[in-house]
C-alpha cells in the first residue's frame, strides 16, 4: 500500500502548485532575478529545497547526515547561478529527488513507520517515522513552490508554460 495523496501533492495536485512546472521553464536570467523586500531568488529557493530534500532523505536512508550549524548553509550566497548549466543541473537534481520522494511513498507502511535517524537534538526529543519526514518535506517544498510562484507573478512571468492557476 503506498501513500497515493502524498505522491498527487508532491508533483501539484489539488491546491498544491506543480513543483516542476514552476521552475523547468525558467530562464537563466529570471532564475537569478531578486524582487526587492524578498530575500531569495528563484535559484536560491530551489537549491535550498535540494539541499533540505537531499538531507532528509539521507536521514530516511540512516546515512548520517550532518545538520547545519547554521540555516545559511542551506542557501547559496549569489542569487544566481553560475551560468546555464548550474541552473539546468539544479532543476534536473530537483526533479530528481521529487522522484526519490515519490519512490519512498509507495513502500509499505511497515517501513514507513520506521524511526528515522536523529541527527539534531529536536529530533531525539521528537522522534519521527519515514512517513512524518515525507510529509515534512512535501509541506517544507510546497511553502516554498510558493514562494516561487509568488516571484514568477511579480517579475511577470506567470503562468508556467505548463499552466497554473492565475488568480
Not at 547561478?81 to 526519490?100: D, H, T
Not at 522522534?127 to 517544507?140: F, K
Amino acid at each position: 500500500m503506498s501513500e497515493p495523496i502524498l505522491i498527487e501533492l508532491l508533483y501539484g495536485k489539488g491546491a498544491h502548485a506543480n513543483p516542476i512546472a514552476c521552475v523547468e521553464d525558467v530562464s537563466l536570467e529570471l532564475a537569478g532575478k531578486t524582487v526587492e523586500n524578498f530575500p531569495n531568488s528563484i535559484y536560491q529557493i530551489v537549491a535550498h529545497m535540494n539541499y533540505w530534500t537531499a538531507f532528509e532523505l539521507q536521514r530516511i536512508r540512516l546515512q548520517h547526515p550532518v545538520y547545519p550549524a547554521h540555516a545559511a548553509e542551506s542557501w547559496p550566497v549569489n542569487p544566481a547561478p553560475a551560468n546555464e548549466n548550474e541552473w539546468k543541473l539544479a532543476v534536473e537534481r530537483f526533479s530528481a529527488l521529487l522522484g526519490e520522494l515519490a519512490t519512498l511513498a509507495e513502500y509499505s507502511p511497515e517501513i514507513l513507520a520506521r524511526e528515522a535517524e536523529s541527527v539534531h537534538p529536536d529530533h531525539a526529543r521528537h522522534p519521527s517515522s519515514q512517513l512524518a519526514i515525507l510529509w515534512q518535506t512535501l509541506v517544507h517544498n510546497s511553502y516554498h513552490v510558493g514562494q516561487i510562484a509568488l516571484l514568477r507573478r511579480a517579475l511577470g512571468a506567470w503562468p508556467p508554460r505548463a499552466g497554473g492557476d492565475t488568480w
